[in-house]
């Protein structure tokens, strides 16, 4: 791996990993602005993969569970924004508050992964951010996805 992908996958892991909102961070004057988008603290795509290569958060699919099964970012998790409540224990059990999450669902234009975050920053998680993207994204680049 080259100097500068390493780079931007361990600034990515460090903002995903402080809890802290990127804008807010220190580091974000280091990080390269494809890590976040403006002051929403939501990955791009880049920044997601980054994330995914290094292993250093759970992915989380918004989407029914349909969906998920049909199709999704490879070794992510169910949790459904319809069945959050029910499926909600589960996922406690296999993911620590303290864990980074990155949550992401269809496309940008699908608003169950924002939602699903926020539950889940209610619930106790810290480090929570959204993949805007989605799947539709995900795919499109050609990045690893099962089902």
């Given at each position: 791996?080259s100097e500068?992908?390493?780079?931007?996958a361990l600034i990515?892991?460090?903002l995903?990993?402080?809890?802290?909102s990127?804008?807010?961070?220190?580091?974000?004057?280091?990080?390269?602005?494809?890590?976040?988008k403006?002051e929403s603290?939501e990955?791009?795509?880049?920044?997601?993969?980054?994330?995914?290569d290094?292993?250093?958060a759970?992915?989380?699919?918004a989407?029914?569970e349909y969906a998920?099964y049909?199709?999704?970012?490879k070794?992510?998790?169910s949790?459904?924004?319809?069945r959050?409540d029910?499926?909600?224990?589960?996922?406690r059990?296999?993911?620590?508050?303290?864990?980074?999450?990155?949550?992401?669902?269809?496309n940008?234009?699908c608003?169950?992964?924002?939602?699903v975050?926020k539950?889940?920053?209610k619930?106790?998680?810290?480090?929570?951010?959204?993949?805007?993207?989605?799947?539709?994204e995900?795919?499109n680049a050609?990045?690893p996805?099962?089902?």
């Open positions: 791996m500068k992908p390493l780079r931007i990515a892991a460090a995903l990993i402080s809890g802290v990127p804008a807010l961070s220190p580091l974000h004057a280091a990080a390269p602005s494809a890590l976040a403006e603290g990955l791009t795509l880049s920044a997601a993969k980054a994330i995914f290094t292993h250093s759970c992915f989380v699919d989407r029914s998920y049909k199709l999704h970012i070794g992510a998790l949790l459904s924004d319809s959050f029910e499926q909600f224990p589960d996922f059990n296999k993911q620590a508050v303290n864990s980074p999450v990155i949550v992401y669902c269809a940008a234009s608003g169950k992964a924002r939602h975050a539950m889940l920053i619930k106790g998680y810290r480090s929570v951010r959204v993949f805007s993207g989605g799947l539709v995900w795919v050609g990045f996805v099962e089902g």
